[in-house]
């Protein structure tokens, strides 16, 4: 596969029309890349994902592992350093890859809008909150000034904001860090989007809050059908709150299905490992919590083989030397990218030779660079 070049502004042709009978998101192969002084950071790395309407994605994994990217690519605004993303990003039947910043942001509000995960930085901080949240109306909706405004202090009170008309008239920096991140939803909703991409929403609010903001966005999907990708590391609110779940490491998607078959049949270690590393009532208190060993990689020019191998307590010789494609698991009804995963024969048998010879995935490396 050929290197993706350098974004350059240009004008492609206009893609067709949107097929109602196509998936809100289709995701065909993604691969977003970033050219840095350490070599090609492979961030997103051929992804294919799927989301229909009225649904919620649920996109889990460690910081790193390019969920973040992953939004942020569909949305079409990465940075300087970003390389062209190549594959397929389609809503509504509609392609997006190479569309102009002039026709994406004709996209941006009513079709697809993101909440994104530092609301610091996404807020303008020279800008009151009235013509943050209005601006998007503005060009989108057929709404007066006034409707623009009192549209505008409704979603403030729908996400937890108290005395909304009073902080229309605030700077971001004169918010909490939780009022802050609720401006930013609120800003997300206000075009009223078919997907959303919510990039950990609730990260900088109390529970109580949490549970508000997602009751409402579970209510706009039940009454316009909105489609959501919730990008978060909370697997209670994914176990909870999703259809469908991915699992994402090292830029690629490891395990994605139903969320109760991802939760009930677990078949990748990594997603088995996450699942462990949770908190338990039944645990005496300040027990450890069984965290997978070792860190993400950089994934700088990675080698051609399993990229959780050397974290992995499946791991055979294989998985250092060979990549698992993203399969279908008929019998847990899930897709997974392993060789030997949890719960199946094979996985059993890869994990009782390796505590039998007392081995790890990373000794397993080093026997086989020395090999």
């Known amino acids: 596969m050929s290197l993706p070049t350098k974004t350059k502004t240009q ?8 097929d109602s009978d196509a998936p809100l998101l289709a995701i065909e192969d993604l691969r977003t890349w970033f050219d840095t002084p350490q070599g090609i950071v492979h961030a997103v790395d051929g992804v294919d994902l799927t989301l229909e309407r009225g649904k919620t994605l649920a996109l889990v994994g460690e910081s790193g592992s390019g969920k973040s990217v992953l939004g942020r690519s569909v949305m079409g605004i990465l940075g300087s ?4 993303p190549t594959g397929s990003v389609r809503i509504d039947g509609r392609e997006l890859r190479g569309k102009s910043r002039k026709e994406l942001r004709g996209l941006w509000g009513p079709v697809v809008s993101m909440v994104f995960q530092d609301p610091l930085t996404s807020l303008n901080p020279v800008r009151r909150l009235d ?9 989108h909706l057929p709404l007066s000034k006034a409707d623009r405004l009192a549209r505008a202090v409704d979603l403030l ?4 904001i108290p005395e909304p008309e009073r902080r229309l008239r605030m700077y971001p920096h004169e918010l909490s860090g939780g009022m802050r991140q609720r401006v930013g939803i609120a800003i997300a909703l206000a075009c009223k989007p078919r997907l959303l991409i919510a990039d950990e929403p609730t990260t900088a609010l109390d529970v109580t809050i949490q549970r508000q903001i997602l009751d409402l966005l579970a209510e706009l999907q039940d009454l ?4 959501m990708i919730l990008i978060t590391h909370n697997l209670g609110v994914a176990a909870g709150r999703s259809d469908d779940i991915a699992v994402m490491y090292a830029g690629q998607i490891i395990e994605k299905g139903p969320t109760k078959n991802v939760f009930k049949h677990t078949r990748h270690p990594y997603t088995s490992a996450l699942l462990g ?3 338990r009532l039944e645990d005496p208190p300040h027990s450890t919590l069984a965290a997978p060993p070792g860190r993400p990689p950089v ?7 399993c990229r959780f191998a050397e974290r992995c307590s499946h791991a055979q010789a ?26 199946t024969g094979r996985g059993t048998d890869a994990l009782k030779r390796n505590q039998e010879a007392g081995r790890t995935a990373a000794g397993l490396a080093v026997e086989r660079s020395v090999a």
């Not at 004008?11 to 949107?18: E, L, N, Q, V």
């Not at 316009?224 to 489609?227: A, I, K, R, T, V």
């Not at 250092?320 to 719960?343: I, K, M, N, R």
């Open 11 to 18: 004008s492609p042709p206009a893609g067709p029309a949107a």
């Open 81 to 84: 350093h970003a390389l062209t």
């Open 131 to 139: 013509v943050q949240l209005t601006e998007g109306m503005a060009v």
């Open 157 to 160: 009170r729908r996400v937890g």
């Open 224 to 227: 316009g059908g909105m489609g």
């Open 277 to 279: 590393s949770l908190p």
């Open 299 to 305: 994934v700088v020019d990675p080698p051609r083989r």
């Open 318 to 343: 294989r998985c250092l030397s060979e990549a698992p494609t993203l399969d279908q698991d008929t019998s847990a009804g899930t897709s997974v990218a392993c060789f030997f995963p949890v719960g």
